[in-house]
């Protein structure tokens, strides 16, 4: 177990979201269901206090806290994704149902949990040797709401107009 475990807060639907995060990426499952031992703020006995569950390798605890808090954009988690299919799969499964969009590959979802969706290759055409490449692949990416690579690999090589 991790020392440092990130405790999400749900108003009821802690194993639900633990569920749905699980079934989005490897190396990801439910580790533990910690049933209500007695009536209280976070519901009744016998209902879901606590899941601990794994999210690619880090372990996290989704809690059935009794009220609802909201998510701001100071916490966010960060999706490194391989390629376009990847982008593509996580950016739809995220924001459906009641999730949002947001620019430069952010979007809040239906649980109110921010992520960004980025491509593994952003880093490097923005932080690349080529300056105005790196300039041209920024300002792409600016006007985009889903990350685009092919986009903005153009970009960073002069051969598109953004």
């Not at 989005?24 to 703020?41: A, C, F, M, T, Y």
């Not at 980025?118 to 880093?123: A, C, E, G, R």
Request: aromatic share 10%; with cysteine.
């Amino acid at each position: 177990m991790s020392k440092i475990t990130p405790c999400l807060w749900f108003d009821g639907e802690a194993e639900e979201a633990a569920k749905f995060y699980v079934s989005l990426l490897p190396d990801s499952r439910i580790e533990h269901i910690q049933k209500n031992p007695v009536d209280g703020p976070a519901g009744k006995a016998g209902t879901v206090l606590v899941v601990q569950f794994t999210l690619a390798g880090q372990e996290y605890m989704a809690l059935n806290g009794g009220m609802r808090f909201e998510y701001t954009h100071a916490v966010s988690f960060k999706i490194d994704c391989k390629d376009q299919a990847e982008v593509d799969h996580l950016w739809d499964a995220l924001s459906c149902n009641g999730g949002s969009v947001e620019r430069c590959g952010w979007l809040r979802d239906r649980y109110g949990l921010y992520w960004q969706i980025v491509p593994s290759v952003l880093p490097q055409l923005l932080g690349g040797a080529d300056r105005a490449g790196a300039e041209r692949a920024m300002q792409a990416m600016l006007k985009m709401v889903k990350l685009d690579i092919a986009e903005l690999k153009k970009a960073y090589e002069g051969k598109s107009a953004a």
